[in-house]
């Protein structure tokens, strides 16, 4: 279904939509204008989908700091530092045998 609808140009932008491709004005216009909706939905979507990746980045990061923090605390529970010097082992490895 289409409406009628009356525009008022100007004289500048009549003569550029004059140009385009097209039978009548009223095709022209339509056509410029779901030209527009559809660049419209795609900068909507592009947006979107910009937030969507910054927030899997965001996740990302979190899961990187926390499996970092992770293995700094395994690597230090396996140094030597953590582990010279007596042990409440029996079967310690440790040079400060009981």
């Known amino acids: 279904m289409k409406a009628k609808v009356s525009l008022t140009l100007d004289d500048a932008l009549l003569a550029f939509v004059d140009k385009q491709p097209g ?11 779901r030209r527009y909706r ?3 939905h795609d900068m909507k979507l592009r947006e979107e989908l910009a937030a969507y990746n910054a927030a899997e980045r965001d996740n990302d990061r979190a899961e990187t700091v926390a ?5 700094q ?3 230090w529970r396996e140094s030597d530092a953590a582990t010279s010097g007596l ?8 040079r400060a045998r009981r």
């Open 73 to 75: 605390e395994t690597m």
């Open 67 to 71: 499996w970092r923090d992770v293995m």
């Open 23 to 33: 039978a009548t004005r009223s095709e022209k216009v339509e056509a410029a204008l």
């Open 87 to 94: 042990s409440s082992y029996r079967r310690s490895r440790s």
């Open 38 to 40: 559809d660049a419209w």
